[in-house]
């Protein structure tokens, strides 16, 4: 039994179409005869088998893809009939293009470029300006701990952060515990960068009594903190903090830092480094890798049971370091004793 579909009239209204057969359709008995109106999305049963959209859906869906894309050929207009519209394969063809713009349009604007082909873009056309957006994007992205989420946290990694907040602010010039080398040239090795890059992860150990006389005591882990972000405070200075993406950001910019020559002939290895630092600070290590935390890093924070004090092991230039000792004195961390030193 075929629909007939009634007041197919075109008037300068909604696309074209009649706002009034947008809810019309036929009745399917002939011997009832009448217009029965039906409500938007309701679908007529056993009509030409299976289920059909009403009129209203299938005239607004015509409306729709007139607009949208070209006729496909096929009928009036580039449509057959609301059935081979429907079921037919002009329509899942028509799906197919939409789904391929979209997925276009979505690969154009939602991923306009990766941090590292901001990077390598910025030193291609030597842009400090565009480096400084890189930067200012990052420390944006990743925010310092709030005191409010830092509340949160068991008692162990809030003191871990109060531990690492108050080691990082010690002169430690006048502490005596930096080899000679490293006196000089600590005091300015941040005075001409706008960012800090600081670490991400920390580890906490604790033992029954701390033994000052004895260097890396053994101890059991008991936290491992992967999103650490410490709110630290060095005077015009903005932390970054090395989260996995910008750690292999950097490196895949950099190199494996070996000297490797572009297609002048010049260093280009350490023409990046330089082109990075007029940032940031970067430092080569021992065995030729990126040492991108700024110092003081440091690897463990060990406490005794009491939490009274603390070791300290500490990377504090490209080859050296040591362990230190601390104790708690009211709510802040201070020095104790120097407890050994190492140089690679």
């Given at each position: 039994m075929k629909e007939q579909i009634t007041n197919r009239k075109q008037k300068s209204h909604h696309c074209g179409l009649d706002p009034q057969s947008l809810a019309k359709t036929t009745s399917p008995n002939p011997s009832k005869g009448g217009e029965q109106f039906l409500p938007f999305g309701e679908v007529r049963r056993g009509v030409l088998g299976g289920e059909q959209p009403t009129i209203r859906s299938v005239q607004i869906r015509k409306a729709f893809n007139t607009i949208l894309f070209p006729p496909f050929g096929g009928g009036?207009?580039?449509?057959?009939?609301?059935?081979?519209?429907?079921?037919?394969?002009?329509?899942?063809?028509?799906?197919?293009?939409?789904?391929?713009?979209?997925?276009?349009?979505?690969?154009?604007?939602?991923?306009?470029?990766?941090?590292?082909?901001?990077?390598?873009?910025?030193?291609?056309?030597?842009?400090?300006?565009?480096?400084?957006?890189?930067?200012?994007?990052?420390?944006?992205?990743?925010?310092?701990?709030?005191?409010?989420?830092?509340?949160?946290?068991?008692?162990?990694?809030?003191?871990?952060?109060?531990?690492?907040?108050?080691?990082?602010?010690?002169n430690f010039s006048n502490l005596n515990i930096l080899h000679p080398n490293d006196a000089k040239q600590y005091k300015n090795l941040y005075k001409n960068?706008?960012?800090?890059?600081?670490?991400?992860?920390?580890?906490?150990?604790?033992?029954?009594?701390?033994?000052?006389?004895?260097?890396?005591?053994?101890?059991?882990?008991?936290?491992?903190?992967?999103?650490?972000?410490?709110?630290?405070?060095?005077?015009?200075?903005?932390?970054?903090?090395?989260?996995?993406k910008y750690d292999e950001t950097l490196n895949a910019f950099l190199g494996d830092g070996l000297v490797k020559l572009g297609k002048d002939g010049r260093d280009e290895t350490s023409d990046k480094k330089e082109?990075?630092?007029?940032?940031?600070?970067?430092?080569?290590?021992?065995?030729?890798?990126?040492?991108?935390?700024?110092?003081?890093?440091?690897?463990?924070?060990?406490?005794?049971?009491?939490?009274?004090?603390?070791?300290?092991?500490y990377r504090i230039s490209s080859c050296t370091g040591g362990e230190i000792a601390i104790k708690k004195e009211g709510n802040t961390w201070v020095f104790f004793r120097l407890i050994s030193k190492w140089i690679q």
């Open positions: 009036r207009g580039g449509f057959r009939s609301a059935r081979n519209d429907v079921n037919g394969s002009t329509y899942k063809r028509k799906n197919k293009y939409v789904l391929f713009v979209f997925f276009l349009f979505t690969i154009a604007f939602a991923y306009p470029q990766t941090e590292l082909e901001m990077l390598e873009r910025a030193y291609k056309n030597n842009s400090k300006e565009e480096l400084k957006v890189f930067f200012d994007n990052w420390s944006r992205e990743i925010t310092p701990i709030t005191n409010e989420e830092l509340s949160t946290y068991n008692d162990t990694i809030q003191e871990a952060y109060k531990v690492f907040v108050d080691f990082y602010n010690f960068v706008n960012f800090l890059i600081v670490q991400n992860e920390l580890k906490i150990y604790f033992v029954n009594k701390i033994h000052f006389e004895f260097p890396t005591q053994e101890g059991y882990l008991t936290d491992s903190i992967t999103d650490f972000r410490p709110a630290i405070r060095r005077s015009g200075k903005t932390p970054l903090y090395l989260t996995k082109f990075l630092e007029n940032y940031v600070k970067i430092d080569v290590g021992h065995w030729y890798d990126w040492l991108l935390p700024a110092v003081p890093e440091v690897y463990t924070i060990t406490f005794d049971k009491n939490m009274k004090y603390a070791i300290i092991f």
